[in-house]
């Protein structure tokens, strides 16, 4: 069974850009959950969706920060404008929220933002 | 509110040599407890997990117990390899469904 996958897995940017993190979370889960690593802050959650619902966007920095899901086998997190404070890692987790605590994390997108 | 503790890195071995690696949390009720690993340029897995009090969790030779009354899950390894150099997450989380909080990371790097 295929795992999460992200994609790009990396992304070079320039400041003001508009930047696209795509997730497909794995078949048959209905919670997914944006996660950002950085060194200064380390794992922080983003957003979380149930159900395609976003839940908690509590950790979205400000307003360039939007998140989607359309549907349950694809999310979008989306940067515009991009700044350079926003490089980190975006990592993507999905689980069958309501039976297990258990996330299954995506490779991880490593963003520069110059 | 929730928070998680575990000890600043890096850690450096010989192999053989014997881990701990410590956390220690803060919750309301009764969290289940994680440890992720991540590898060099990959996510995060599971490494292991217990979801209540004086359970022990254990995975690939490393094992960690659930310590209420110290409020504690420290990872421990009796003799680690190379291939165990990596990156290691304390983590919690209160409700089936939500988001897991997660320790800085410490990392783990093990010479021949």
């Known amino acids: 069974d295929a795992g999460v996958i992200q994609s790009p897995r990396h992304e070079v940017t320039e400041m003001g850009q508009e930047v696209t993190l795509r997730c497909k979370p794995i078949s048959g889960h209905n919670s997914l959950f944006w996660y950002r690593q950085t060194m200064m802050r380390g794992l922080e959650l983003l957003i979380y969706f149930n159900n395609n619902v976003p839940i908690d966007d509590s950790g979205m920095p400000e307003d360039r920060f939007s998140a989607k899901m359309p549907n349950a086998s694809f999310s979008t997190l989306k940067i515009q404008p991009s700044e350079p404070r926003d490089s980190a890692v975006y990592f993507c987790?999905?689980?069958?929220?309501?039976?297990?605590?258990?996330?299954?994390f995506g490779p991880g997108t490593r963003l520069t933002v110059l | 509110g929730n928070s998680v503790t575990q000890m600043e890195g890096p850690v450096t071995l010989s192999e053989e040599a014997f881990l701990t690696i410590n956390c220690t949390y803060t919750?309301?009720?009764?969290?289940?407890l994680f440890w992720y690993v991540q590898y060099p340029g990959e996510g995060l897995q599971l490494l292991l997990k217990a979801t209540k009090a004086d359970d022990k969790g254990s995975n690939k030779g490393f094992e960690a117990t659930y310590r209420k009354e110290t409020t504690s899950f420290h990872l421990e390894k009796g003799s680690v390899q190379v291939s165990d150099s990596a990156v290691y997450f304390c983590?919690?989380?209160?409700?089936?469904?939500?988001?897991?909080?997660f320790g800085k990371g410490t990392t783990l790097s093990v010479s021949s």
């Open positions: 919750a309301t009720g009764y969290p289940s």
């Open positions: 987790a999905s689980n069958w929220g309501a039976n297990t605590d258990t996330q299954y």
């Open positions: 983590a919690l989380n209160n409700q089936a469904g939500t988001a897991l909080i």
